[in-house]
C-alpha cells in the first residue's frame, strides 16, 4: 500500500499510519511501515501529517501496547474517541534526530533510498526506489526507467554502503529471475 504525504523529508521519516480510534479514552492503532510494532515503543514521541501536509505538535506518547499487529498508542494530546477518530489515515512521523544511534555496519531504510546500486562487477543496476517488508525479510526495489529489481535487504548481499552509492553481490541468477531470463536448466519446450 502506497501512501503519499507532503512532510519535511530532511527531518522526518514517515514510519507508519493512523488507522482506527481504539477504545473510549482516545487510543488509536498504528499501521507500522516496518510490520514490527513493537518497534514504535522505543520512541517517546512521534509528529502525525494529514493528507494536506499539515504537521501536529510532537505527540508525547503517554501509554503503548501492541495487538493483532499493530501499535495501540494513547497520545498526551487526545483525550476522547472523538478526537481519535479524527486521526484516521493520517501519516505517522519520526523526528530523524530522534533515531537511535546505530552500529557502524547498519544503516536506516530512508539512508540508502535513492542511491545508485551497482552490483560488485560494476553493472549499474539503477537507483534504490525504496524498501518493503514481505513477511519474510526486507526487500528492495532497484530500477530504471527499463527494469525493476527485487533483491533480499541482507547483511551477505550489500557489500558496500557509503552516501553516494550502494555495492551489491546478489546471489547467482537472482537478477536474471527479475528479468524472466533465468536459465531452467532443462531443454525441453514448455
Known amino acids: 500500500m502506497q501512501y503519499q504525504y507532503s512532510y519535511p523529508e530532511d527531518r522526518y521519516i514517515l514510519i507508519g499510519t493512523v488507522g482506527k480510534a481504539q477504545g473510549l479514552r482516545g487510543e488509536v492503532n498504528i499501521h507500522p511501515l516496518s510490520d514490527q510494532p513493537e518497534n514504535l515503543e522505543a520512541y517517546d514521541a512521534l509528529v502525525l501529517v ?17 495487538h493483532k499487529g499493530k501499535a495501540i498508542i494513547l497520545f498526551d494530546r487526545v483525550t476522547d474517541r472523538t478526537h481519535a477518530e479524527q486521526l484516521a489515515g493520517m501519516g505517522v512521523l519520526l523526528a530523524k534526530e530522534d533515531l537511535p544511534e546505530l552500529a557502524e555496519d547498519e544503516f536506516y531504510w530512508h539512508q540508502i ?70 536459465d531452467t536448466g532443462n531443454d525441453y519446450p514448455a
Open 113 to 182: 533510498t535513492g542511491l545508485p546500486v551497482k552490483t560488485v562487477d560494476g553493472r549499474l543496476l539503477g537507483t534504490m526506489i525504496s524498501v518493503f517488508f514481505n513477511g519474510a525479510q526486507d526487500i528492495m526495489v532497484i530500477g530504471d526507467d527499463d527494469q525493476e529489481y527485487l533483491v533480499p535487504l541482507t547483511r551477505g548481499i550489500i557489500v558496500e554502503q557509503s552516501e553516494t552509492l550502494l555495492v551489491i553481490d546478489p546471489p547467482e541468477g537472482l537478477l536474471e529471475i527479475n528479468t524472466g531470463e533465468e
Open 50 to 66: 494529514d493528507k494536506r501536509g499539515k504537521l501536529s505538535p510532537k505527540l508525547a506518547i503517554i501509554k503503548f501496547r501492541v
